[in-house]
């Protein structure tokens, strides 16, 4: 008899074990091979354990866990914490957040698969997390969610139902917010709305349409899967072509955004992904485009590096049409609705008329092709300098002209030439002209040579780069780290860039410091705590990025210590807050004497004593 009860065990246990095997073994599907071909938006982690492991080696993350960097974000932190929900800290396993927190495991994404704008706006929106061995924690989680929000809206709807013999769970906490989630294999997947949790099982289980696609057959998607970065930790693919066709429309019969229109309407895809690797972060920006496109812009020579030194930080250059940009933009800003703006172009296009100057064909088709921005800040100087260059062709057809232009320009956004006088100096052989907008910070200087337009931002750094030209000193290009840098790029690149993050930072950091600590009144965060410089810098290295353009498609590749966007998003909100801040302060010490535009009398003269620029020259020791 016990021989007989333990073989019984014995097969339970076995059977029990098969069905865990043949329930909770297998294999998730791809997000891809879900969705259709028609899908506006996918947004997709392929393996979420594999890029929180690579994730660890990159600079970012040992920056995050320096330690004062940590005690500096412990109180902002805390209050984030205070602010969020009551599902708890994502560590700890107790609570909802946390169970679902730890059973994200492989393949993570979110797609648009369609939007219904009429008779009422319907996104299928679908969301998927593969849990791969961690099922039953995952399971648990929902139990335990469905429990709660059971509490939290009584007269809610919570189902069980089926579908194509798959279960599904539709809840419905108000009746026009409807989420359904289902388990396919180790995928589960969420979706607003049963209808598109029902075209899911259908292409789950192979009952679609014969002339049905999937994303991952699209044509369109395999191209930009062949351009992502590779073995990418994030892609994000969009189908523009299909989104234009739902917003196409409003936006063509739109004066300020059928140029835009225009524009997009010769893009198919475009997106966006990311690696880590060698301690940072490599990022992959694509757009395909259809057969009705302009030329692909050729590989810059890059001239404009005559103008660099060795300890330049900031290098941009590429190609621009600037005749046709130009047009853009006087179109758009005479339709823009502004009555100042459109009473500035009025009054710039009539200062040109009246001296006969085109400025298509007089100045901006001799300057360029090539394009570059050139920015440094040598220690002790209070601001960069900061220079926009280009290549010339007939200097001494582009001079009169050029100068005209910029007379125009000034009289149209500052008054007369007594309120806004030009500052003519020499220097190298050439004549600078400036305008003493404000008394140290920003006095705008252009000046011609032979070769090159130079416009920067202040007369001392433009008689640096007058001399970097005429004496060809060593550039940027014979420095080491530049040299090394630049070797992670394509050599076909219709566009470079190049920021020495370490420099700029130090020197950026160092002149914010102190205004921080003026104004630490802020119980968010303890400016007192704010980490060293060194501490920082020493997890930076340069960013670098490529653009390639070929027919029919652009290829956009950078490398840095935080990645392009996260860089991008860090500069802007960091522009913002300073501006929000301290643009009051800042506006009136560094231009107090801008003119003031006014309907019915003449602008203000600027007072003679601040027509002087104070040097941003070190003194020599």
């Known amino acids: ?259 835009l229109y225009q524009k997009f309407s010769r893009t198919q895809t475009a997106s966006y992904s990311l690696t880590f690797e060698d301690r940072g972060i490599n990022d992959v920006g694509f757009v395909g485009y259809s057969s009705n496109v302009p030329k692909p812009t050729p590989p810059t020579q890059r001239k404009t590096l005559a103008l660099t030194s060795p300890d330049t930080l900031v290098y941009s250059v590429g190609s621009a049409d600037l005749s046709a940009t130009y047009d853009e933009v006087m179109q758009s800003l005479s339709q823009s609705g502004s009555a100042d703006l459109m009473l500035t172009v009025g009054q710039f296009q009539h200062a040109l008329r009246t001296s006969g100057i085109r400025m298509g064909e007089d100045v901006l088709q001799r300057l360029g092709p090539e394009f570059a921005v050139i920015g440094s800040w040598p220690p002790g100087v209070r601001t960069p300098g900061v220079a926009i260059v280009s290549e010339v062709t007939d200097a001494d057809k582009l001079r009169p002209a050029l100068d005209t232009a910029m007379n125009a320009l000034r009289e149209s956004l500052g008054g007369t030439n007594t309120a806004l006088p030009w500052d003519e100096t020499e220097s190298a052989g050439q004549t600078l002209r400036s305008l003493h907008i404000g008394p140290q910070f920003f006095a705008p200087t252009y000046a011609l040579t032979d070769r090159f337009f130079i416009l920067a931002s202040n007369s001392d750094y433009a008689r640096e780069l007058l001399a970097q030209a005429k004496e060809s000193k060593p550039t940027l290009a014979t420095n080491p780290v530049y040299q090394q840098s630049m070797k992670r790029l394509p050599v076909n690149g219709s566009s470079y860039g190049y920021v020495e993050l370490r420099g700029l930072f130090t020197s950026l950091y160092g002149l914010m410091k102190p205004i921080l600590s003026r104004n630490s009144g802020n119980p968010f965060v303890d400016i007192n705590k704010l980490p060293q410089s060194e501490t920082i810098a020493k997890h930076l290295f340069p960013l670098v990025s490529a653009t390639v353009s070929e027919p029919q498609q652009t290829t956009a590749t950078s490398f840095s210590p935080l990645g392009k966007s996260l860089a991008v998003i860090a500069g802007v909100g960091g522009a913002v807050w300073a501006f929000n801040s301290f643009g009051p302060q800042l506006q009136q010490s560094a231009i107090p004497n801008w003119p003031k535009k006014s309907s019915s009398r003449a602008a203000p003269s600027a007072p003679v004593e601040n027509q002087t620029e104070v040097s941003q020259t070190p003194a020599t020791p």
């Not at 169970?99 to 993570?108: C, I, K, R, S, T």
């Not at 319907?122 to 929902?142: F, H, Q, T, Y």
């Not at 709305?193 to 009952?207: F, N, P, S």
């Not at 994030?234 to 072509?241: R, S, T």
């Open 1 to 259: 008899m016990k021989k007989v009860i333990a073989v019984l065990l014995l097969l339970i246990v076995a059977v029990t074990a098969a069905i865990i095997y043949f329930t909770f073994g297998k294999p998730a599907p791809r997000a891809a091979t879900l969705l259709p071909e028609s899908t506006l938006a996918f947004i997709d982690i392929p393996d979420l354990s594999k890029s929180r492991a690579e994730f660890t080696k990159t600079e970012f993350y040992a920056l995050w866990h320096e330690p004062e960097v940590q005690a500096f974000l412990a109180q902002p932190l805390a209050a984030l914490r205070e602010m969020a929900p009551s599902m708890g800290s994502p560590k700890d396993t107790d609570t909802i957040g946390g169970l679902v927190f730890d059973a994200m495991q492989g393949e993570v994404f979110l797609a648009v698969t369609r939007v219904t704008l009429f008779p009422s706006f319907n996104p299928g929106l679908v969301a998927g997390v593969d849990v791969r061995s961690k099922r039953i924690e995952a399971m648990a989680g929902l139990y335990k969610l469905e429990g709660e929000l059971k509490k939290s809206y009584p007269k809610g709807t919570f189902q069980d139902k089926e579908y194509l013999g798959v279960k599904y769970s539709l809840w419905e906490t108000d009746p026009e917010f409807p989420i359904c989630h289902a388990f396919f294999n180790s995928l589960i997947v969420f979706t607003y709305g049963e209808d598109a949790m029902r075209d899911m099982i259908a292409t789950w289980t192979g009952q679609v349409p014969r002339d049905f696609k999937r994303l991952a057959d699209s044509a369109k998607f395999k191209n930009v899967r062949q351009h992502a970065s590779a073995n990418h930790e994030f892609l994000a693919y969009f189908n523009v072509e299909d989104m234009l066709n739902l917003v196409g429309p409003l936006l063509a019969f739109s004066p300020q955004t059928a140029g």
